[in-house]
């Protein structure tokens, strides 16, 4: 699989990772493969191969979903990436063997491991976008997406909500550890920051001077 065209974007929730996808793909008439693009194929994903992603779509009690420990649910995210992977690889495949991709740039918002980037990728060809930890897991719930307002609503249908708000405060603090920021800012790829002050114009010209991509699309 020839990747020479493909620019993948790794990070922290709250960094600008699907933002900084779509707005390179349509400066530079390319393609952007945006968050959780995995979904596409989920409907047909084989429960047995992939247990843990087809885990939500054949869930009948969502309550369930939130009363897991963190514990449980940090060895359900981190089986989640590992087949998202294997997914991703394969849309990514399937997509570069199509004639009219083949001189388009196309920009992943992914899953994909640092190891495995590594191994697949370059420094000049993956970035890593990062936010204070402490955003994520404070402001979760600020975000009006359908699925985040969603486990908010059954959160308050707990016998105990307050209880069942610092579970999954607990979880997030898992998920956005210092651990895990450590690991992305130090994976040997480009770093970029969140900057409040800093416009999306801006964030772009920054992603491609650090990647070396030209404006005239070279």
Not at 23 to 37: D, F, P, R, S, T
Not at 40 to 52: A, G, R
Not at 197 to 205: K, L
Request: proline content about 4%; overall charge negative.
């Amino acid at each position: 699989m020839e990747l020479k065209n493909v620019y993948f974007v790794i990070g922290t929730s709250y960094a600008g990772k699907s933002t900084i996808v779509k707005n390179l793909a349509a400066k530079h008439n390319g393609i952007a493969l945006e968050e959780n693009y995995h979904d596409e194929k989920l409907p047909e994903l084989d429960s047995k191969e992939f247990p843990n992603l087809t885990y939500t779509r054949d869930l009948e009690e969502w309550h369930e979903f939130i009363r897991r420990t963190p514990d449980e649910y940090v060895t359900w995210i981190n089986n989640v990436k590992k087949e998202c992977e294997i997914v991703e690889l394969g849309i990514l495949e399937e997509l570069l063997a199509k004639p009219e991709t083949l001189t388009k740039k196309v920009f992943v918002d992914t899953n994909i491991c640092i190891e495995t980037l590594h191994k697949i990728s370059d420094e000049n060809h993956v970035l890593v976008m990062l936010s204070d930890p402490e955003i994520s897991i404070h402001r979760f719930f600020d975000r009006p997406d359908p699925e985040k307002q969603f486990l908010y609503k059954l959160m308050l249908e707990e016998p105990d909500p307050q209880a069942a708000l610092d579970n999954y405060r607990e979880i997030l603090t898992r998920i956005c550890s210092k651990e895990c920021y450590d690991e992305l800012e130090n994976s040997g790829f480009k770093v970029i920051y969140r900057d409040e002050h800093r416009s999306q114009e801006e964030t772009v010209r920054l992603a491609e001077e650090l990647l070396g991509i030209k404006d005239d699309g070279n």
